[in-house]
């Protein structure tokens, strides 16, 4: 097919140095509601990648703590100005509906809005040195330095967002970043890049490869220029990146299986509230969330009460053409993933489950499907499920109980919690081995400068969120004086 003489087909070239580069191999970008094709990324190699962090390397950059917040601020306002074109690019690729792709854009403006700010504030210390017996008429003063070169490697499901919680704090921190967007959805990270220069960043300091992971995957890891590899995507390329990376300081965000736990203290209306949280947060962005809902935990007590308002509210969501700005819920990214989740779905109503909602799936669109008593060891509540299934597991009146089947799974990224009781919430806080536990909200609550990221097989520990991701991309010079 000659895709460059199609004008409906968007033909990108990688972003490498201020050059626009072109392959004459290509990798295709579909759409998943009707798996036409929209666009066509260049299938890079290690060559490519090579350059790229060579480029990034040999670059000193010299921003201004001023000039850095007005790139960001004015990368803020460019995105608000392209809101549609670029909502409609994250449906196209995405499959997301409409509604979904404007609220990325809008994380992803306030993304630039913090490091903007975070930009603008010293973030050195200073220790006297005069405080004890041996003390000394001297200070010491610590500043945060950039690195050479910061690998990113992104995820499919938060094409604009994702990508900005890497180079934002990268900007930041005056760092050069090579960024490898998934070979599913890397349009908007190349447009993202034009959004950037256009702010006035310098083409070194962000740079944009494309390829199939087994043509360019290694070098995104082992390239000898790069000191930080920050990494969001599933659990096993996770794992590879881990025993591949060596030295290299890595960031791991993977993947989920958060619970939203429903205690047996609510009233009739906050039940409606917590049937609105679990039925939002199961479906926003397709189920396509690291932190979307993947398992409902409801305690026995209040579940006949609680399971018809989430079916209804479940019913009410009008899933279709992601285009259509009415629609609620979009596609998963394809429709093998639909498949696969909707498989689980029959095997776990094998397994006892009960299908209470299951309208047809047509291809990549995958309806909002409810499954109650669901085994709390099925695989569709073991594993993650990324799309908009969701399953209740009815569980104990005991809290005790109800967290050690939370806890019970490979993952730890976050969870939500609905009571009303302060004890019991503060002991759900202490008892889940989660990186977020949120009362009465989603797990995916945050702001994007709030410390956020995973344990267990969910992330090794380092946080993102604007403020952690630029302790991560810089290192800690200290120096002393000898004043005091
Ligand atoms: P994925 O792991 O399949 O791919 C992620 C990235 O890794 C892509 O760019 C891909 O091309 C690249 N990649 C694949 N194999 C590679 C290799 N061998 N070497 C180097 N790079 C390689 O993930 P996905 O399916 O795109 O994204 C969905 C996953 O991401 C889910 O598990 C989701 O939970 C997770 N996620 C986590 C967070 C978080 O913050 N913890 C946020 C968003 C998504």
Request: net charge negative; proline share 7%; aromatic share 8%.
């Given at each position: 097919?000659?895709?460059?003489?199609n004008?409906?087909i968007?033909?990108e070239g990688?972003?490498?140095g201020?050059?626009v580069?072109f392959t004459?191999?290509?990798?295709?970008?579909?759409?998943p509601?009707?798996?036409e094709v929209?666009?066509?990324?260049p299938?890079g190699?290690a060559?490519?990648?090579?350059?790229?962090?060579?480029i990034?390397?040999n670059?000193?950059?010299?921003?201004s703590r001023?000039?850095?917040?007005?790139?960001?601020?004015?990368?803020r306002e460019l995105?608000?100005?392209?809101r549609?074109?670029?909502?409609?690019?994250?449906t196209?690729?995405?499959?997301?509906c409409h509604q979904?792709a404007?609220?990325?854009t809008?994380r992803a403006?306030?993304?630039?809005?913090?490091a903007?700010a975070?930009a603008?504030?010293?973030?050195?210390?200073i220790?006297?040195?005069d405080?004890?017996?041996n003390g000394?008429?001297?200070k010491?003063?610590?500043?945060?330095?950039?690195?050479?070169?910061?690998?990113?490697?992104?995820?499919?499901n938060?094409?604009?967002n994702m990508?900005?919680h890497?180079i934002?704090?990268?900007?930041?921190?005056n760092n050069?970043m090579v960024?490898?967007?998934?070979?599913?959805t890397?349009?908007?990270?190349i447009?993202?890049?034009?959004?950037?220069y256009?702010a006035g960043?310098?083409?070194?300091?962000?740079?944009?490869?494309?390829?199939?992971p087994?043509?360019?995957?290694?070098?995104?890891?082992?390239?000898e220029?790069?000191?930080i590899?920050?990494?969001t995507?599933?659990?096993?390329?996770?794992?590879i990146i881990?025993?591949?990376?060596?030295?290299k300081?890595?960031?791991l965000e993977?993947?989920?299986?958060d619970?939203?736990i429903i205690?047996?203290d609510?009233?009739?209306?906050?039940?409606?509230?917590a049937a609105?949280i679990?039925v939002?947060?199961?479906t926003g962005?397709s189920?396509q969330?690291?932190?979307?809902?993947k398992?409902?935990?409801?305690?026995?007590?209040?579940a006949e009460?609680?399971?018809?308002l989430?079916?209804?509210k479940?019913?009410r969501?009008?899933?279709g053409?992601?285009?259509?700005?009415?629609?609620?819920l979009?596609c998963v990214?394809?429709?093998?993933?639909?498949e696969?989740?909707?498989?689980r779905?029959l095997?776990?109503e094998?397994?006892g489950?009960?299908?209470?909602?299951?309208?047809e799936?047509r291809?990549a669109l995958l309806?909002?499907i409810?499954?109650?008593h669901?085994?709390?060891?099925?695989?569709?509540v073991?594993?993650?499920?990324f799309?908009?299934i969701?399953?209740i597991v009815?569980?104990?009146d005991?809290?005790?109980?109800v967290m050690?089947?939370s806890?019970?799974?490979?993952?730890?990224l976050s969870?939500g919690?609905?009571t009303?009781?302060l004890?019991r919430a503060i002991?759900?806080?202490?008892?889940l081995?989660?990186?977020t536990?949120n009362?009465w909200?989603?797990p995916?609550?945050?702001i994007?400068m709030?410390?956020?990221?995973g344990?267990?097989?969910?992330?090794n520990?380092v946080?993102?969120?604007v403020i952690?991701?630029?302790?991560?991309f810089?290192?800690?010079?200290t120096?002393s004086l000898?004043?005091?």
């Open positions: 097919m000659n895709t460059m003489t004008p409906r968007r033909s990688m972003r490498i201020g050059e580069v004459d191999d290509v990798v295709e970008v579909l759409f509601y009707t798996d929209i666009g066509t990324v299938a190699t060559e490519h990648a090579r350059r790229a962090f060579e990034a390397a670059y000193r950059p010299r921003l001023y000039e850095r917040s007005q790139i960001l601020q004015r990368a995105i608000g100005e392209r549609d074109e670029l909502a409609k690019w994250l196209l690729e995405l499959g997301i979904h404007i609220y990325e809008k403006q306030d993304v630039y809005q913090f903007a975070e603008m504030k010293d973030n050195g210390e220790f006297s040195c405080l004890t017996h000394k008429a001297r010491i003063f610590t500043k945060r330095e950039p690195v050479r070169a910061i690998s990113a490697i992104t995820p499919f938060h094409p604009l990508v900005s890497k934002a704090p990268s900007i930041a921190t050069c960024c490898k967007p998934t070979e599913l890397p349009l908007t990270c447009a993202l890049a034009d959004i950037l256009e960043l310098p083409p070194e300091m962000f740079q944009v490869v494309t390829g199939m087994q043509d360019i995957g290694d070098e995104m890891i082992t390239n220029n790069i000191d590899i920050t990494f995507g599933g659990v096993p390329v996770g794992k881990a025993a591949k990376a060596g030295y300081r890595q960031a993977l993947g989920g299986n619970p939203l205690c047996n609510l009233s009739d209306a906050d039940l409606e509230e609105t679990a939002a947060g199961a962005n189920g969330r690291c932190t979307a809902i398992r409902i935990l409801v305690q026995e007590s209040v009460k609680f399971v018809p989430v079916l209804e479940a019913r969501i009008k899933f053409d992601p285009r259509d700005p009415e629609t609620e979009g990214i394809h429709s093998q993933a639909a696969l989740f909707e498989n779905v095997q776990a094998k397994d489950a009960k299908i209470l909602y299951h309208p799936r291809g309806p909002p409810v499954v109650d669901v085994p709390h060891d099925s695989e569709l073991m594993e993650e499920t799309g908009p969701i399953p009815r569980v104990s005991i809290d005790e109980e050690a089947i806890n019970s799974t490979d993952f730890g969870s919690v609905c009303n009781d004890n002991s759900y806080i202490n008892g081995e989660v990186g536990c009362i909200e989603q995916g609550y945050r994007e709030s410390p956020f990221g344990i267990k097989d969910s992330g520990g946080k993102e969120g952690e991701a630029m302790k991560f810089t290192n800690v010079k120096y000898p004043w005091p």
